[in-house]
């Protein structure tokens, strides 16, 4: 059966440290296009993982819903979807960062990174270190959505960096279809973990990005995620 994105509910989870502004951004323009409802609900950065599964809890008390995310946000969202085929239509899953255990992983340690230098830091010192590393887009959006988790925030990260994203087996069974993108240049969130989702998930894509188009426009993010997921769960493209 094809999915049919007029009308569905379409639940937004933020990366670490981002916020539902930026997720709004990078994926509404798409989703709106497709006739879909747009929900980006706030991260709670003193729960964010259980803040995450209670929004798509919530959300899909009126019916079945996409659900979705950027980073740690992808994961909770395909695992969500994973475990509640009754309640899931399909996923859009934007850089996913890792799979099962964070182990070593690029944005588990930075996370890790960056929650330590903030505790001994301090946010203005912290925002001003994170801005040398960045791409200028990048560091503008990290710079507001630091400020607005702060203090809780050096939590949220250690949280995040501890998650166990779905497995290789999980995904295998996951049941509905699965939207990916990756950002072929970033070194954080490698594209061979969306390659690894994708050819596991019985019923998936993949696009791909730069971050160069991604600060150009935020919402070339949303657009090559939701373009896989019409991919994945039609034979045809088209909302």
Request: glycine share 8%; net charge negative.
């Amino acid at each position: 059966m094809s999915l049919i994105l007029r009308g569905a509910t379409v639940v937004l989870l933020p990366g670490t440290g981002s916020d539902d502004d930026y997720v709004y951004r990078a994926f509404s323009p798409a989703l709106h296009d497709c006739g879909a409802v747009v929900v980006t609900p706030a991260p709670e950065p003193e729960r964010l993982v259980e803040g995450y599964r209670q929004a798509l809890n919530a959300a899909a008390r009126s019916g079945p819903i996409v659900a979705g995310g950027v980073s740690i946000g992808a994961a909770v969202a395909t695992a969500w979807a994973a475990a509640r085929p009754d309640l899931a239509i399909g996923v859009l899953a934007a850089l996913p960062a890792w799979t099962g255990a964070p182990d070593g992983a690029p944005a588990a340690l930075a996370a890790r990174y960056s929650a330590q230098m903030l505790r001994r830091d301090g946010l203005i010192a912290s925002v001003a270190q994170m801005r040398e590393g960045s791409p200028a887009w990048l560091g503008d959006e990290l710079a507001r959505s630091w400020a607005g988790q702060w203090p809780e925030l050096p939590d949220a990260m250690d949280e995040a960096s501890r998650y166990v994203a779905p497995t290789l087996d999980e995904l295998a069974r996951l049941a509905v279809p699965l939207g990916l993108a990756a950002a072929t240049d970033d070194q954080v969130h490698p594209v061979e973990v969306a390659l690894d989702w994708v050819a596991a998930a019985p019923r998936a894509a993949l696009r791909t990005v730069t971050l160069t188009e991604m600060g150009a426009d935020p919402a070339a993010l949303g657009r090559a995620c939701v373009a896989a997921l019409l991919e994945a769960g039609s034979t045809h493209q088209g909302c």
